[in-house]
């Protein structure tokens, strides 16, 4: 009687084949992190140098002697403190006040039945096509006639009005596709049309809302060009116009001008780690078309 051969002993270990295009991805992706990341690592390390390092150094090379007072020194003689507050109280309002109206626009023209409603949105969305800086001009006359300039409202009225259209368009997508159901279930409740908005769409619609939330505060607080033709007063400047004034002023204070941007941009990143967990899926939950 012959014995039968090991189980597995002619069978060679065949190993998957390499997917290139996967290798491909992961290359191309690092690539564009580094691009991205360069520019944010110079800007860091300058910050914290003196004059005389900037100029010996090189650029990516980490300071051997940080110099965080940069930040003090930048933070008083570019007046940041009152630029600051006002970039505050301007984006505070404006963000959810705008997400807010565009929220209950978006749900009356998804789950409100109008004899005018696709016309109502049409006229909306006609809004996110007309780019705000040919409307410099004649939203500079109103203001000025409305005796709004060099205030709060003055600003954040242009604000809404450019920003809410976009947010009721990828609103409305996001409504049209929760289904019919719940809100009827909430009307043969007794619900009113706002408490189902409050109560069954605010609740739902979380991940998006918290993606507009992202880049409106983003884009709110980054704004110049509105900013720099409605607010002449530097007691009422915004943090990009100081921070544009500063390097007028400090331009060779490579030190402490990096620090000033630094402290720009850092509230905006810090909205974005806070909710970015939201930011793909609400993107995505408002891009679906209904």
Same mark, same amino acid.
């Given at each position: 009687m012959t014995s039968n051969p090991a189980p597995f002993a002619d069978e060679t270990i065949i190993k998957p084949p390499r997917d290139w295009v996967l290798v491909g991805l992961w290359i191309s992706l690092v690539v564009v992190a580094a691009i991205w990341i360069a520019p944010f690592v110079f800007i860091v390390f300058t910050s914290l140098k003196s004059t005389a390092q900037v100029t010996t150094t090189s650029a990516f090379a980490p300071p051997a002697d940080p110099q965080f007072v940069n930040y003090a020194k930048a933070w008083a003689r570019g007046r940041f403190d009152i630029t600051f507050v006002n970039s505050a109280?301007?984006?505070?309002?404006?963000?959810?006040?705008?997400?807010?109206?565009?929220?209950?626009?978006?749900?009356? /023209? @998804?789950? $409100?039945?109008?004899?005018?409603?696709? %016309?109502? *949105?049409?006229?909306?969305?006609? &809004?996110?096509?007309? +780019?705000?800086?040919?409307? /410099? @001009?004649? $939203?500079?006359?109103?203001?000025?006639? %409305?005796? *709004?300039?060099?205030?709060?409202? &003055?600003?954040?009225? +242009?604000?809404?009005?450019?920003?809410?259209?976009?947010?009721?368009?990828?609103?409305?997508?996001?409504?049209?596709?929760?289904?019919?159901?719940?809100?009827?279930?909430?009307?043969?409740?007794?619900?009113?049309?706002?408490?189902?908005?409050?109560?069954?769409?605010?609740?739902?619609?979380?991940?998006?809302?918290?993606?507009?939330?992202?880049?409106?505060?983003?884009?709110?607080?980054?704004?110049?060009?509105?900013?720099?033709?409605?607010?002449?007063?530097?007691?009422?400047?915004?943090?990009?116009?100081?921070?544009?004034?500063?390097q007028g002023q400090f331009s060779r204070d490579y030190g402490q001008l990096n620090a000033a941007i630094v402290m720009t941009v850092l509230p905006a990143t810090i909205v974005y780690l806070i909710f970015q967990r939201y930011f793909v899926s609400g993107l995505t939950s408002g891009a679906v078309k209904g």
């Open positions: 109280i301007i984006t505070a309002i404006k963000v959810p006040l705008g997400l807010f109206l565009s929220a209950m626009a978006a749900y009356a /023209l @998804a789950k $409100i039945p109008m004899r005018f409603g696709k %016309l109502i *949105l049409l006229l909306i969305l006609f &809004g996110t096509m007309i +780019p705000f800086q040919v409307m /410099l @001009a004649p $939203i500079f006359t109103l203001v000025n006639g %409305l005796g *709004l300039i060099d205030t709060y409202p &003055g600003v954040i009225l +242009p604000y809404l009005a450019f920003g809410i259209p976009y947010q009721v368009f990828i609103l409305h997508g996001f409504f049209r596709n929760i289904p019919q159901e719940l809100s009827e279930a909430a009307r043969i409740d007794g619900a009113s049309h706002f408490v189902t908005f409050r109560r069954v769409f605010l609740p739902v619609s979380l991940p998006v809302m918290a993606a507009l939330f992202i880049l409106d505060f983003v884009a709110t607080w980054n704004e110049f060009a509105m900013a720099l033709v409605l607010l002449q007063d530097r007691e009422m400047w915004t943090l990009p116009l100081g921070l544009s004034a500063f």
